[in-house]
């Protein structure tokens, strides 16, 4: 089967118009994911005492998050974005949202009150990406 790109009247692909929102999502999470991961790397010590979470944890995570955000951007580059890429970014935020909810509430690590609050507002900013993704991903089909 051959498909044929039209333009719409601003110059940009169909394909473009419709995949627009979950470009937008998913830029957004590569930017918060960056962002979370530059600052483990450069605050981790600071981040260790205020938060609870020891700079064994931060460093790797920190490292993890910077590969995904340079990844999603990636993604985002390409004139078609992978549907099933997207799957796996969905499904590995959720996974990455409940691994964190799992860190809060067994104390497998010795946090804070604040480092629990702001693990279990990463999970739910994490799952949240991934509600947008899904929306995103729906839409554009």
Known sequence: MTTHQ????????????R?????????L????????????LAAGPALDDLLGTP?????????FLIVWAAALWVLTSRFRISRTAVWAVIGLNLLYAVDAIIVAVTGWFPLSVLGTAFVLAQAAAVALFAAAQLYALRRAA
């Open 55 to 63: 700079l064994a944890l931060l460093v790797p995570v920190g490292v």
């Open 19 to 27: 995949n627009g929102l979950l470009r937008l999502v998913l830029k």
């Open 29 to 40: 999470d590569a930017v918060a994911s960056g962002a979370l991961g530059a600052l483990s």
């Open 6 to 17: 039209t333009r719409s009247g601003d110059g940009r692909a169909v394909d473009e118009d």
